[in-house]
């Protein structure tokens, strides 16, 4: 079944311990796409970029079957950059530059092909507009949502009329702590849930993923990756596997649920051994399975 | 089958955010063997006190069935008294006092019966002392070993030669970093695995515990804890189930160590619930299955 992705397309400028990438293709949506393009047949896509934007890179998006009807360019426009350098602490970046050129006036409009898309997922963009594409939406089956400490701190009333919506929120130990101000994580997952979120998954690095709901728990492990090349896009690498292998069964169950937390895993320790893209790009359907079951071995007793 | 166990007996002064124990029983001994007798029939302790160690806790020992005939009383002695703090960080106790008192002379001593224990559990003490209990040990089917910081910066050398002469190490993630050396904990246990151990357990508090041996990798959950009350013996509680339950199936395979762990981690779990041995003294072992199934429940997909 479809998905619908909001959220930003980029061109980063990355420094890690491993080296480092020049205008390279990033941004949410397209990692989430690009991830969940091993799942799922139908991936609809709502970003903006500049008539700067390279060509190679929507043909790369076409070849990977992502519909870009709803992928704005803005003529005269220069597209997001970010620039940003990991050091020895791979959990996080510090900001060299942000230029949100037409980012900045982002508002999304949904083409009227998308409207009906069943799974949505909300990037880390301003809750002000997630509130809006979920106005522009027909009654999907399932919303997923993501977001970040900017939100969290500058846009909080927003964000929880946002989370009143969602059906699912996911996000990484330190948000979770900050959005709830609960410092262990149980505490803080379960408050999440009296938000709106019938799900919350949380995200710990290297210590792998945990998901909550009322009634269930589930503990994820991490893949054991020994070195880091480059984490940009890591998170919405796991949301796009993790949706797209739901939208590829097309249920929610507890078990598609937890599968599908395991393959966006995957994606994710495939996304960090190089940069930006690049390890997608030649990635396949049959190393993805290979990982997702030795991962499964790991956790077997 | 039966287990040696050589470590320490305290009475411990501990704060929490949830309260204060006084002079309670503790030291690393007497969590390993309590843990380690909900499994295991025969578990045989050498350890030091002095005559005021209250009687009511040796016969706290001989009701649970631990053989203390290399629990050495010293007359006039004191026995070891630690007093420490924790603050909200509850993975981390700042030391208000050590009395190290009889456990400062403590020259372990194994009774003639000890000695042809198959299973053996060498507390996190002086490494020299670890190596002084191996030559009176007859052939152990396995030895299974601990430390910490202060030997790791202060004893590496005895600390290294003892490590060839284990097969299993039991660390925590500070801890095994700091040994190798190796931010990354996949890197830092693999490391460990070429100091001598043929398997590594590093334990990460919430986070869950992993195994790691030349072949095989195991990521364990972590029981999903909301409050803690006393983190102190979660260690040596752990390694006494671990200990414990491999010693009562009697072999060392993947599948069993697994299980170990598992249980390892259900016992530390219940430990944490009050002060000192408080909720191992009224824990039974359905109360233990129950949990080890939940946990089981939480990782599978």
Redesign the interface.
Known sequence: MSILVVGSAALDSVETPAGRAEDALGGSAIYFSTAASFFAESIRMVAVVGDDFPREHVAFLESRNIDIEGLEQVTGGRTFRWGGRYT?DLNSASTLFTELNVYGDFQPRLPQSYRDTPYVFLANINPELQLNVLEQVNRPKLVVCDTMNLWINNSRTALMETLENVDILILNDTEAQLLTEE?????AA?KILTYGPSRVIVK?G???A?SLTETT??????H????VCDPTGAGDSFAGGFLGYVASVGDSSE?TI??A??YGTVVASFNVEDFSLNRQRDLNRAEIDRRYQEL?E????
Do not use: C, W
């Open positions: 020895d410092s262990n994580l149980i505490s379960k710990k290297e210590h792998g945990m728990f589930f503990s994820a492990p991490a054991p990756l020994e070195s078990v937890r599968q937390i395991m499964r790991s956790t077997r007793y």
